[in-house]
């Protein structure tokens, strides 16, 4: 139930530089995903906004208040660790209802609120148990249950639902999402996953290298990446280099190589500049149109069945091309290595990427 | 063939450990007026005739009041250390650490003439320079039992007290102490024996009045050889074993020695 302003955040570990001047603006209430490779500094950033590490340079603010001095204990900030973090000598039950211990709340209405948390992650009638007896995936659920039962004003969580199965895992990103929205909590949600990012945000950040790369709603990230890096990070397997040739309110024409390309995306860039063009695999189809508006003719390398769709690698004037098709019922493969075939995908597949 | 002489192995070196142990502990049972081996008769008198020599009983009290009060004393230090070389970030760390593990490397008579060189100095009591001596024999036992288990415990679980709104003091008592009970434990037993089984140390800082028990065994067998000193060996040997075993139970040898 707070805004939260990063300014230009950094860090070093020693040579290492972690956060490269981080910045970002999270309205109160606000679902964000942190989105990022292995290693980009995630677990960081969450770490210097609840207080555990000190940043070497910029400001943290809640509510415009600025809290880059103060403890973490001060901070009400709940917090749920990559790795879980629960106390091993205490049960579930005192696990979740620390922080309500802390604040001095007496130990009837601490147990009849953590018992309520653990109900919200399905862990009812676990409250006894101690966290060794629990599964990686339990356990993650009690310590969802321990950083919200005090109504923290953020929520920072780092890959919560690492270890869970499918099912489970989207029984809680509904309740995850019902339940930030209910009461308002800011969060932000660190995951690898970006079909998770997109079905839980507000807002998705996109972060390479200690750096925020891009910052948007789901659809924005998802059709408007603004680097090959985001790009390839919300699944677009083809580029192509291209140089503009015009834009006006309907699209952009593009050429690329010998190929002409439109898309139904307005560049905001001067004609003749080199961009680079992405294009989504199952955005290209295999076409029986010999000259479609968009499109080009190769020979099969390769193709792979997946169960609910092919993989077609197609060798052509663009240069590599991946598209995926529907299997549907049919077990024959659409095409066959050494055929030539002509691809065509629409318009408005076609991404142009600023900054390859 | 090859376990059979593995086995041999085994129950040779063991035999060669024990088998001096045993002997003493039969030979406090003989009937005879001096130490003999194999024992002839069956009796507890030794144990009665170890029990009711004075300088037994004020020794073995001096010894444990000693033992008791330096592992008391030496805790709160150790752990102190312990936090701070195992949490701590500055210079110098690692030789602090050398520096106060030291003295289970340094020769016992070396630190036992230093203490009593370096007390006459300073004139200190004869009773407390002893307890300072047998504190500092101590430390380090407790200190590396500690280290062993800090070293062991999830710094995270500080981190979420933290976030949750607990304070460093609460956080240590609430969240990390627990953890350390194991070690804390085994550090204060292995302190209680290191301390009580001291003879170098007590031999240069002991005086008439604060003779400890080692140094009353030592005297007496100078000028008698009856099997009441076995009798009290055999007691001193249970005790040991039951405190192993209290070890080996509550956390595991293991877990104590620091692995
Ligand atoms: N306490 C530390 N001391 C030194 N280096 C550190 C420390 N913590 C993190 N790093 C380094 O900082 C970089 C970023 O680490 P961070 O944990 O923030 O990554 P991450 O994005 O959370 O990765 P992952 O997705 O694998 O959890 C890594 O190169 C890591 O080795
Ligand atoms: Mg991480």
Redesign the interface.
Known sequence: MASLSIRSVSKAFGANKVLDDVSAEIGTGAFVTLLGPSGCGKTTLL?II???VEADGGEILMDDTNVTRL?????????V?Q?H?????MTVLENVG??LR??GVPRQERDRLASEALALVHLRDFGRRYPQQLSGGQQQRVAIA??VV?KPRVLLMDEPFGALDRKLREALQIELRRMTRELGITTIFVTHDQGEALILSDRIALMQAGRLVQIGTPAEVFRQPQTRFAAEFMGVENFFAAQILGSDADGTALACGAARLLSRVQAKLPAGGGIAVGIRAEDIALSDDAHPVNGTSGEVRDVVYHGNTWTISVSSAMGEIVCTTQAGAAANPPANPGETVQLAWRPDAVLVIPDP | MQRLLTRLAVALTLSFILAPILIVIATAFGEASYVQFPPTGLTLKWFAAAARRPEFQSAGWTSLWLAASSTAIATPFALAAAIGLVRGRFRGRDAIQTFLTSPMIVPGIVISLALLVTSAALGVRSDLRLLGAHVLLTLPYLTRSLIASLLRS?T??E?????????RL?TFLI?TL??LYEGLLAGMLFALIISFDNVSISLFLASAKSNTLPLAVLSYVEFNYDPSIAALSTVLIVVSIASALVLERAVGLRAALGK
């Open positions: 770490r609840a207080g555990l403890e973490a204990r001060r901070r009400g900030i709940g917090m660790f790795s973090a629960l106390f091993p000598h620390f922080g802390m604040r321990r950083a005090f | 999830d995270l679980i981190d979420a007290a933290y976030t949750l709104g607990a304070s609460q969240v627990p953890g």
